[in-house]
């Protein structure tokens, strides 16, 4: 599967985005979903994920702002960001793959998506 990450872009603190993971190739529906995210000089990281049951699993920092969602009509995954912090940004990703259960690694997933930058500016 293919996949294609965008909606990224400049925001102030306390405003919000929307990331959109869009699959080709494979049916989508299948698929566990996850994003992550990298800060400048850090590792990546975790931020949420989405099975194919529809069930949702969060970082304990993005909980209650964040909220992922899936479409498997039109083969998409979003992110939706609300009440963002100067400490969201980053480059996110999205990732998938074939799991019984969420993974929060990294290594779980073997598909990944080039990356979209968000910046939130204080």
């Known amino acids: 599967v293919q996949l294609q990450a965008s909606g990224g872009g400049l925001v102030q603190a306390g405003g919000s985005l929307r990331l959109s993971c869009a699959a080709s190739g494979r049916p989508f529906s299948r698929y566990t979903v996850g994003w992550f995210r990298q800060a400048p000089g850090k590792e990546r990281e975790f931020v949420a994920a989405i099975d194919r049951s529809g069930s949702t699993y969060y970082t304990d920092s993005v909980r209650g702002r964040f909220t992922i969602s899936r479409d498997n009509v039109a083969n998409t995954v979003y992110l939706q960001m609300d009440s963002l912090k100067p400490e969201d940004t980053a480059v996110y990703y999205c990732?998938?793959?074939?799991?019984?259960?969420?993974?929060?690694?990294?290594?779980?997933?073997?598909?990944w998506g080039q990356g979209t930058l968000v910046t939130v500016s204080s």
């Open positions: 990732a998938a793959d074939l799991l019984i259960r969420i993974s929060t690694l990294t290594t779980g997933y073997g598909y």
